[in-house]
């Protein structure tokens, strides 16, 4: 593969570095064998269609909660596992929602999966982060916003009134920004996904390098695995400091947004068929993601039958912590305030593996094109949110994203 400097209009190549959340034992020795896309206005069912095309690889879909080694067994035992990539307007069509504005990189696909095998021994790792030279020509340019921030605040105050009417509870707001670069992206990517608690760091891209995503999401939206199905919800954020720890501990209005969207989540896996009682395992517990506090609870569900790939995408997507409540009066309000659509942001990034899945939420995550890069961020809004405040924590969340973009490591 040849690993070209580029120039305005240039594609970016694939960058390395392992998927996001391919297992480790894998040791980043990825080998692209087929891949499947799916765009929005695409004719059928993409739930049904992505299960089909991963089950005919001999991926256990139509049952997650398989246990047995069938798998290992089968035609298909060269197999790694596959990635996928599900956009947050794949998963309103999903759930027969019309989605909001139209993607900002309508080149990626809202669906995308690869099924992986493996490098031969002694190979050169096809992904591997690091193991290039620094692009010296990489340059980015000026960013341009969605919306400015008297705009943004006033998509804020929007949400608060339709609260105040009683049409919502709660609804997440996400603001658009994108810059042309000249240059390999590939660094930056992989700056982009090394950053400090990136639980799905990784990049994923299609081997003609027409586009790349990168992420350094720390937050689970569905893993299944020994038997059980597992969400962690992320809401409320504050400056990783001491101060800042004690500001999320002790705020009324971060925990009441928290635990409506641990409700909604609750609400997800317990429609799901084929599970078990749903238990919160633990509720606002405080992480560290790039300089900024988070809290994160762990909601699950024992699996006590038949799960397929189709439903539990149907229940889980688009993520509740990234759509609001209820959520498909969320999905209307963020329909008519974004100005932009979520492209690859909000969605599902993540890996299927014989044994297990693992989908991370596509918040921190970014994607190019051709010819410029795309950030998203945005945050939960309540009855008690301050308008600038909220454009503020969105610009704090954005900031490690924009920084590892532009600074050569």
């Keep these: 593969m040849v690993h070209a400097q580029g120039s305005v209009g240039h594609s970016p190549v694939p960058p390395p570095g392992a998927p996001p959340a391919a297992p480790a034992a894998c040791n980043a020795r990825h080998h692209a064998l087929r891949s499947f896309s799916w765009h929005r206005g695409d004719s059928g069912d993409p739930a049904e269609l992505l299960t089909e095309f991963l089950a005919g690889n001999g991926l256990p879909v139509r049952n997650l909660g398989r246990s047995d080694d069938k798998y290992r067994t089968n035609s298909h035992s060269a197999i790694c596992g596959a990635s996928l990539y599900v956009s947050a307007d794949a998963g309103s069509v999903m759930i027969n929602v019309t989605p909001g504005s139209a993607s900002p990189v309508p080149s990626i696909p809202d669906i995308y999966a690869v099924v992986w095998g493996h490098t031969t021994c002694g190979s050169t790792p096809y992904w591997e982060l690091g193991s290039w030279p620094s692009t010296v020509d990489w340059e980015?340019?000026?960013?341009?916003?969605?919306?400015?921030?008297?705009?943004?605040?006033?998509?804020?105050?929007?949400?608060?009134?339709?609260?105040?009417?009683?049409?919502?509870?709660?609804?997440?707001?996400?603001?658009?920004?994108?810059?042309?670069?000249?240059?390999?992206?590939?660094?930056?990517l992989g700056r982009v996904a090394r950053l400090a608690g990136a639980r799905y760091g990784g990049i994923l891209g299609p081997a003609d390098g027409s586009w790349a995503i990168a992420t350094a999401s720390p937050e689970t939206l569905v893993e299944v695995r020994d038997g059980r199905i597992i969400t962690r919800p992320i809401k409320g954020t504050r400056p990783a400091t001491a101060e800042g720890r004690r500001e999320l501990l002790a705020s009324a209005k971060e925990r009441a947004e928290h635990v409506m969207i641990v409700d909604l989540e609750r609400n997800d896996l317990a429609r799901l068929p084929g599970t078990g009682p749903v238990r919160v395992e633990e509720l606002f517990a405080i992480r560290e993601w790039s300089g900024l506090w988070q809290a994160e609870s762990v909601v699950s569900a024992a699996i006590s039958g038949d799960v397929g790939l189709a439903d539990l995408l149907r229940a889980v997507c688009p993520g509740g912590s990234v759509t609001g409540a209820?959520?498909?009066?969320?999905?209307?309000?963020?329909?008519a305030l974004e100005p932009v659509g979520r492209g690859v942001s909000m969605g599902a990034l993540g890996w299927i593996g014989p044994d297990h899945l693992?989908?991370?939420?596509?918040?921190?995550?970014?994607?190019?094109?051709?010819?410029?890069?795309?950030?998203?961020a945005g945050g939960g809004i309540t009855a008690d949110s301050e308008p600038i405040?909220?454009?503020?924590?969105?610009?704090?969340?954005?900031?490690?994203?924009?920084?590892?973009?532009?600074?050569?490591?």
């Design 140 to 188: 980015l340019g000026a960013w341009t916003e969605s919306w400015t921030r008297a705009d943004h605040a006033a998509a804020v105050q929007d949400v608060r009134d339709a609260i105040g009417r009683g049409d919502v509870y709660q609804v997440n707001v996400v603001g658009h920004g994108s810059a042309p670069y000249v240059g390999n992206p590939t660094n930056a």
């Design 389 to 409: 405040a909220e454009v503020d924590e969105a610009a704090a969340k954005v900031g490690p994203i924009r920084r590892a973009l532009t600074a050569f490591a």
């Design 326 to 335: 209820p959520k498909i009066a969320a999905l209307a309000e963020i329909a």
């Design 358 to 376: 693992d989908l991370g939420l596509s918040i921190r995550t970014v994607a190019v094109d051709g010819t410029r890069v795309h950030t998203w």
